[in-house]
């Protein structure tokens, strides 16, 4: 399956400052302060599985610091050097894509759902740009995290988009470990929890999620450091950009009111090292006394929708379910009342009136005073329409993050090499093809006449659906996909082809092609042209007899291996998996 792991990234002003208008987020970087960035990809290094796109979207707190911002990580990037295809998005990126939308069609309304600045947007965007490179699997990552298991990403990807239980798994959840390798949270109960016992809550929903059996199971909660998410999901499901905090759990509300049920996976972790908060109690109180008012004002102004689910906030027990009962209100008023009065016999005046102030806000400000299941079905469409506008003019927007892919300049080097082979060079990467392994000299030389060299750039088309300049290609190293598209222009991947393979064997048998392939990386391959391969048979019949022996075995082979495929995904199908 296409793969994009995603790293957003958050930078602020010099020294953390922060003005009115800025964006909030627990702990940026300060574009003059040391990053996370860096020791979460240096540990990448280690991970066996490889083939996937790294994007980086950079989520600056304000203009200002863009430029700089993107400096820095692209500064990191290089440090680390990473050998996985790597792109970073940029403010400038989205802005530009916005453009594209509006000027194909899109209303300028519709395209402002697309922004970088608060975590909702920031997931849609993680979300938006998988979109964009075309991924069936995308895995969101936070820039605090550590990666210990090598087995990370087929772990990952090991349950998406199959059948458990008889339901499809489009969202997968793992879980956060702490620097004592511990899923707990690491904090100290203190008596202002009392009643707003969240991480008690937690707790409960942790040891009956993550510490039972089976492995996988449906979950009421999720992180969004570590959520992985299947294409049938993200092209229909946004985040909430109304949502300012918890926009995970929100997320997971949002899909089940839409059909689709996240799973946890048992054995799924990431070490998360977040730098200290520096926020005040009683700001954070406050964000959480937000979030869960409006998550659940979002359950109660449901209604009965055509393909909708209807939710209720047990379906969420323990955790977040306990803070979106009826008993909410009371919990913030003897909560802040507790916070309070701390804070007055610390001396911390400032706090005190902080934590009241909290009461009101809860009362006056904090409870959406719009439909917020009807606000987020408005999203929902928009999301939507932003998804199609996208696919049909994928090739366009493409290019825009082809501007940011920090790998184009790896590949400079393999063109030059390729552009300037000699014959002789050319006669040796003949012999090296394991086809080729029982050939005379002499009839290694004969295919070196009618044998040319090619590199192919990440994502250049080698073969278009309906061309009839057919050719026999043996690939020397690097990967191309082999894909249809549907109605919607949407592209469908039918095999992936690697070193030591071979496409355009059909064509034998062929006037033209039916399929279109897609380099997935730079590729090398030897190139033969049907024309100049059929002139050879004929005219060196034992030489001939060969090529056409290795072409029809290659086809063969090819058709064996799809006819084992098809059958082997019927009874997939027709069998839900038994995880116990």
Not at 11 to 31: F, L
Not at 335 to 355: H, K, M, V, W
Request: charge should be negative.
């Amino acid at each position: 399956m296409r793969t994009t792991l995603v790293i957003p990234t958050y930078w602020s002003r010099e020294n953390n400052e922060w003005h009115e208008g800025d964006a909030v987020y627990d702990h940026p970087t300060p574009i003059n302060g040391d990053d996370t960035l860096g020791r979460t990809l240096e540990s990448m290094k280690d991970l066996d599985n490889k083939k996937f796109k790294l994007v980086i979207p950079i989520c600056p707190t304000c203009k200002e610091v863009e430029a700089e911002s993107e400096r820095r990580v692209r500064e990191i990037v290089k440090k680390v050097g990473l050998n996985i295809e790597t792109y970073i998005f940029t403010a400038e990126n989205l802005r530009n894509i916005q453009k594209i939308l509006i000027e194909q069609g899109l209303s300028e309304n519709d395209a402002n759902l697309l922004d970088i600045h608060g975590y909702s947007n920031v997931r849609n965007i993680c979300l938006y740009v998988s979109h964009v490179l075309s991924a069936e699997v995308t895995i969101l990552i936070d820039d605090d995290e550590i990666f210990e298991n090598p087995k990370f990403v087929d772990m990952a990807k090991e349950y998406i988009g199959k059948r458990i239980y008889g339901k499809s798994v489009y969202g997968v959840a793992g879980y956060y470990l702490n620097k004592y390798d511990e899923f707990y949270d690491d904090v100290t109960m203190v008596p202002w929890m009392t009643y707003w016992d969240r991480f008690g809550s937690k707790t409960k929903a942790f040891d009956k999620i993550i510490s039972c059996d089976p492995r996988i199971k449906m979950t009421p909660f999720a992180f969004g450091g570590l959520m992985v998410i299947h294409k049938n999901l993200f092209k229909t499901v946004a985040f909430d950009p109304d949502v300012t905090r918890g926009e995970d759990i929100d997320y997971l509300i949002n899909s089940k009111m839409f059909g689709f049920d996240f799973f946890l996976d048992n054995k799924l972790n990431i070490k998360h090292l977040p730098p200290k908060k520096n926020h005040p109690i009683w700001k954070r109180l406050r964000e959480d006394i937000y979030r869960f008012l409006y998550e659940q004002a979002k359950i109660r102004s449901q209604y009965e929708v055509n393909n909708m689910t209807m939710v209720k906030a047990k379906n969420f027990d323990p955790y977040p379910g306990d803070f979106l009962t009826d008993d909410l209100e009371d919990k913030i008023f003897k909560t802040n009342i507790l916070l309070a009065l701390e804070y007055l016999a610390d001396g911390d005046i400032e706090g005190c009136r902080e934590s009241i102030k909290n009461i009101y806000l809860s009362k006056f400000d904090a409870v959406p005073t719009d439909d917020p299941f009807t606000a987020y079905r408005r999203v929902q469409r928009t999301w939507v329409k932003i998804i199609e506008a996208t696919s049909k003019h994928r090739t366009i927007i493409r290019r825009e993050m082809e501007v940011n892919n920090l790998s184009h300049s790896l590949r400079s080097l393999e063109d030059i090499e390729i552009s300037s082979l000699t014959k002789e060079e050319i006669i040796d990467r003949i012999k090296k093809f394991s086809d080729f392994k029982d050939l005379s000299d002499r009839e290694v030389e004969l295919l070196s006449q009618i044998t040319s060299v090619r590199g192919y750039k990440k994502d250049e088309v080698v073969i278009q659906i309906g061309d009839t300049n057919l050719e026999f290609m043996m690939i020397i190293k690097g990967c191309v996909r082999i894909s249809k598209y549907n109605d919607s222009n949407e592209e469908i991947n039918l095999a992936t082809i690697c070193s030591n393979g071979v496409i355009g064997e059909t064509s034998i048998i062929k006037e033209k092609y039916n399929v279109v392939g897609i380099a997935d990386e730079f590729t090398e391959m030897l190139v033969m042209k049907k024309a100049d391969l059929e002139g050879l048979i004929q005219a060196d019949a034992t030489l001939g007899v060969k090529m056409l022996y290795i072409i029809l075995e290659r086809l063969y082979y090819k058709l064996n291996k799809t006819n084992l495929l098809y059958r082997e995904k019927i009874m997939q199908d027709e069998n839900s998996i038994d995880m116990h």
